[in-house]
Structure formats: C-alpha cells, structure tokens
C-alpha cells in the first residue's frame, strides 16, 4: 500500500492508495478511532453499485446511508440539510459520528462540508470513487455546496482526518468519467511537472485502458503534487495553492453558465485550462506553441477543446468568482509547462475579448 503524509500543522492526515482497500477499510476506520456511528454519504450511481459492498465494509459499526442524487444536484442547499438532519436524528450522547464521503468530488464536497458546520466539526473520511475525485477533490479539505450564481460559492476548509483511494472503484466508471479524471491530471502536469506532462502523452493508451500500473502512477503522482501544494497553503492565504485553480475560473463559470446540466467539471476543466494557455499566450506571457501542447494531449483523452455556451453567461459568471480581489479578476496563467503564475489585475476588456475570440485559436 502506498501511503501519502499530507504533513499539515494542525489537520495531518494520510492518504492511503491500494487495490481492494475498501474491503478491508474497517480495520483502518477503527485504527482511526474516529467514532462509533458512520454516517455515510454516497450518491444514487455509487449506491446502486456498491450496496452490498458498503454492507461488508462497515458492517463492525452502526450506521446509516444518504443518498444523493448524481453530480452536482448533490451540492444543493437541500442536500446539505439532509445530511444535518440526518445527523441530528442520530445524535445520541452515546454515540459519536463520523462521516464517510463515498463517491465523486460533488459527495466529499457537501459531506465535507456538513462535517464542517455541524457542532463546529465533527471528523470525516474521503474515499473516492472517480478518478477525478481520487486525484484531486477528495485531498485538500476544500468543502462546498453550490448556488444558482456561481459553483462553490459556499464552503469552508476543513480536512479530512484520512483518504482512503482504492482504484478498483475506476472498473466501473465510462470512459467520458475517466477522461474528466483526466483532465485534472493534465492540470497537475502543466502546473508543477513536465515529465509527468511526458509520461501522460506517451502512455495515454494504457491510462485509458485503465493498465493498473499507469493508472496508479497518476493516482500517485497527481495526490503527491496535491499534498506537497496544500502543505504550503493550506487556506490559500499565500497565493501557493491558487495555482491549483488553472483553468477553474473559466472552467466554474462554464459550469454555471449551462446551469449545471450541459457540461461536467472535467470537461469544463480541459476547455478552461485551453482558454487559460490561451490568454497566457495573448498576454505574452507564454508562447502558442504551449497552447497546441495542452490541446493536444487533453484530445489524447478524448476531452473537449471548444466551449459552446453563452459567453455573456460565462463572463457574468466569471465576474462571480471567489478568487477575484477588489473587483479585479484574479487568473492562474502559464508561463510554460510545469510553470504558472497567479496574476492580479486582469483587465475586463482582455477577458471578455478573450471569451469570444478563444474558439478561432484552438
């Protein structure tokens, strides 16, 4: 088993990477000593899968089971209020809860978040079911729910007391679920690392094809970039752990500008990191050629490459963004692959030039 330390000062956590570790979580969940009621959330697809698993799996502690709709129709203020008062209904003076987020980034979001606000904190476990979530939502203790205005929008930091990825969950994922997992992946390797760049354009057949040892290198790799990023900024006070959010500012006001429905985070992350490459490029700050590299390796996976929502939409959106200072739209730009700055100040014209003509480039 692989064992990642996300070294925090006050929140350290492990992340723990091995075949079939679900099955044998019940002994790690009692090594934790996290409590003695599971609360576990899950969503409708997880659920229908893995029912009889989650039995087996937590059947040494009481519990119960949410289930969320799929997607992002979990990040709902109602959803959250499931869980609080599911947590209310079950709190008794001799139990002590935890809360076990089992499925994609959308679930450990609200469940994070519930854990978070719920008497001031109560612990919870990630265990991640998507390959988008396993590489980066489920790491970082960065909790939301959405509104109607903008993705994310309410939220807190607060960590996970462990991380628990166990890639036989990838079995039964589609190959678009894979290709969104992907598209984060990419993200890692243009941010902090060119030979992990290399790695995934050399060997896309077999990532794809889900080949364990590939895809464990990038289960591996992308949370090792992800604990080292966190480890220096925690709370994103620093301005270290924003660039984790290159192509997310274009790629949440995508997400809201089709309500939620018509784009899924991963595709809106390899059309947001293209428009990013893009306006880098535009502002001088890199060269073309590092926008075609991206393109080109995002299409390896079969991710989008053009956006096809309203761009006024997608404008008003970005101008919601959490990352933006003082009215001033706030941006992760590429310098060049392995390399990006956060920049301040972006001016609004450039922004809203650069959403129409980003298409005609790509």
């Given at each position: ?74 990040k709902t203020k109602t959803s959250l209020f499931r869980i609080i008062d599911e947590l209310i209904r079950a709190g008794k ?270």
């Amino acid at each position: 088993m692989k064992t990642i330390k996300v070294k925090l000062l006050k929140n350290p956590y492990n992340i723990y990477i091995k075949q079939n570790l679900f099955g044998n979580i019940s002994g790690y969940l009692k090594a934790q000593n996290l409590g003695n009621f599971a609360l576990i959330v899950t969503s409708r697809r997880v659920f229908g899968i893995y029912k009889k698993n989650i039995d087996k799996s937590f059947a040494d502690f009481d519990r119960k089971v949410i289930v969320l709709p799929d997607g992002e129709e979990a990040k709902t203020k109602t959803s959250l209020f499931r869980i609080i008062d599911e947590l209310i209904r079950a709190g008794k003076i001799s139990r002590k809860i935890f809360i076990v987020c089992l499925g994609g980034g959308t679930v450990g979001d609200v469940g994070g978040f519930a854990a978070s606000i719920y008497k001031r904190g109560i612990p919870y476990i990630q265990v991640p079911t998507t390959l988008l979530s396993a590489i980066d939502a489920s790491i970082g203790g960065k909790t939301a729910i959405d509104l109607r205005e903008a993705k994310n929008i309410l939220g807190t930091f607060y960590q996970p007391r462990a991380v628990f990825i166990d890639p036989v969950f990838l079995n039964t994922l589609d190959k678009r679920r894979i290709a969104e997992g992907m598209a984060e992946a990419v993200k890692y390797a243009v941010i902090d690392n060119p030979a992990f760049f290399n790695f995934l354009a050399e060997n896309s057949a077999q990532i794809n094809s889900l080949k364990p040892s590939a895809i464990l290198k990038v289960i591996d790799t992308c949370a090792r970039i992800k604990a080292k990023v966190v480890e220096a900024d925690e709370t994103e006070k620093k301005g270290i752990r924003t660039i984790l959010n290159f192509g997310h500012t274009f790629a949440h006001a995508l997400e809201a500008a089709s309500c939620y429905k018509k784009v899924s985070h991963g595709q809106a992350v390899s059309i947001g990191m293209l428009y990013a490459a893009y306006l880098s490029a535009e502002s001088g700050l890199c060269g073309e050629n590092e926008l075609y590299r991206i393109r080109d390796l995002v299409k390896k996976f079969n991710l989008p490459v053009k956006c096809t929502c309203n761009k006024t939409a997608i404008y008003a959106a970005m101008s919601h963004d959490k990352k933006n200072i003082s009215g001033k739209f706030r941006l992760v730009l590429l310098k060049k692959i392995g390399k990006v700055e956060v920049v301040d100040g972006v001016s609004d014209k450039l922004i809203a030039k650069s959403i129409k003509e980003f298409n005609a480039f790509i």
